[in-house]
């Protein structure tokens, strides 16, 4: 009889060692990406910006700051690097661990080259086309519902800054804690279905406010109309969830801008 064949086992992804920087270095690095776009050019992109805010984290490496690993980091960091600004955290987290692990020049290259497309795909979605439209709408409705101007404006900017604050201090934890194995991380269900739960709340608010700023910018001729626009209101919002996604938006757009100028020559 022969023996039975051991079972493979699956494999075991190995654990990743534990890496630590002092809070105040992580506190610069965060402080220098609000700066991260204050060197964007033509040539490098986002390259100079990178180098900027890993160089608090580049000063540890052996020889301090002058020594050879640290010019050779920085020259390295400051080529082309193109990525959405909020986003390119990540970047700056796994890069700076990779240089103070030490990891071949050869390989962070080639994850500095693969990371661009990713983290500009995901900041692009959740970011520009989810999120900033979201913050926009809900302060419209606010200023539909009576709202003065400091109170919009303060709404909007205390929003927006909340998330991209959040999202940057995820972005660069994330990236120091995973360093160049950041994929799972940027596979998380919240990013995948964030910019869909986003926006189906961006069709709602949009479908709430756009009958409301009707009744707001015409003023008192149709304040016995306020009941039917807040109708209005209700349904366009079900209809825009409804078809966010499926319809492009100047579609949409155009029939309300088109009543707004028929109400606005009748009235």
């Known amino acids: 009889m022969t023996a039975p064949q051991p079972v493979p086992q699956p494999a075991v992804p190995p654990v990743q060692p534990a890496f630590s920087l002092p809070l105040a270095t992580r506190a610069d690095m965060f402080v220098r990406l609000l700066a991260v776009q204050g060197a964007w050019n033509y040539e490098t992109m986002l390259g100079n910006g990178i180098a900027f805010c890993m160089e608090p984290a580049l000063k540890r490496l052996p020889g301090g700051r002058g020594g050879p690993r640290y010019r050779e980091a920085m020259a390295r960091e400051s080529r082309y690097f193109n990525a959405h600004p909020y ?49 926009s709408l809900v302060a419209l409705l606010t200023w ?29 934890h994330v990236g120091l804690q995973r360093g ?77 801008l088109v009543l707004l100028v028929l109400i606005s020559v009748i009235v």
């Open 180 to 256: 160049m194995q950041v994929a799972g991380a940027l596979g998380a269900p919240w990013l995948r279905r964030g910019p869909e739960w986003l926006g189906q709340l961006g069709a709602a608010a949009a479908g709430l406010t756009l009958p409301l700023a009707f009744g707001r910018v015409l003023g008192s001729p149709v304040e016995p109309l306020l009941p039917l626009a807040a109708l209005g209101a209700a349904v366009s919002a079900l209809v825009l969830v409804r078809v966010q996604g499926r319809v492009e938006g100047w579609r949409i757009a155009l029939p309300f």
């Open 144 to 172: 539909t519902l009576g709202g003065g101007p400091l109170l919009v404006v303060g709404l909007f900017l205390g929003l927006y800054n909340i998330g991209h604050l959040a999202l940057r201090a995820w972005a660069l």
């Open 87 to 135: 986003f390119a955290a990540v970047a700056v987290g796994a890069l700076a661990r990779a240089e103070l692990e030490g990891e071949p020049p050869t390989r962070i290259e080639r994850f500095r080259g693969a990371v661009c497309g990713p983290l500009g795909s995901c900041g692009d979605r959740l970011v520009w086309a989810a999120w900033l439209p979201l913050c």
